[in-house]
Structure formats: structure tokens, C-alpha cells
């Protein structure tokens, strides 16, 4: 999570994670309020990676350590086409 994390920051976008039918778990770059083809795709992650995942955050503000850096960010829900999705905002 910190590299996605990381580049959200480098870049200025939200990291968005689509989870689809069948399991697969897609993670994006860009600005959520736009159209999924804007985004930039950065690849996939397993069912259990993203799971954990959202066990270890909660809807709105975060704050993780990992190996010894600080993160602060927001996750929420959004709808993206016909999926939902969740983002996380840096702070």
C-alpha cells in the first residue's frame, strides 16, 4: 500500500481501488469525479492484499505507519460506471 500511497502523493491523484465481479481488484491513479478511462492504471492486487487493505483502514481519516513512515489519508466510496470504489485521498 505505501508505494500506491507514495505515488498518489508524487503525482497529486487519489489512489482508486475497483474491486469487480470475480474477484479481481483493480488500482487506479487519478481523480475520482472523473470518467475510469482518465484514470491511470496502475494494476491489479489479489482478493486477499486488497482485504487487508480495508481491514486495516476505516471510511474517512487514517493515519499508518509503514516501515517507519507516516501516512495520513481519507478513504471513502465512490461510484465509478457501474462499480463501486474506494478511495483514499492523501492528507
Do not use: C
Not at 482508486?16 to 491489479?44: C, F, M, Q, S
Amino acid at each position: 500500500m505505501s508505494e500506491y500511497l507514495e505515488l498518489a502523493l508524487d503525482k497529486g491523484g487519489s489512489l482508486i481501488l475497483v474491486r469487480t465481479p470475480g474477484g479481481k481488484n483493480e488500482v487506479y491513479l487519478g481523480d475520482p469525479a472523473l470518467l475510469p478511462e482518465d484514470w491511470t492504471h496502475l494494476g491489479a492486487i489479489a482478493e486477499p492484499v486488497a482485504r487487508a487493505i480495508l481491514d486495516g483502514t476505516r471510511s474517512g481519516l487514517n493515519e499508518l505507519t509503514i516501515q517507519a513512515q507516516n501516512y495520513r489519508f481519507v478513504r471513502l466510496f465512490a461510484q465509478a460506471a457501474d462499480v463501486g470504489a474506494i478511495v483514499f485521498v492523501t492528507a
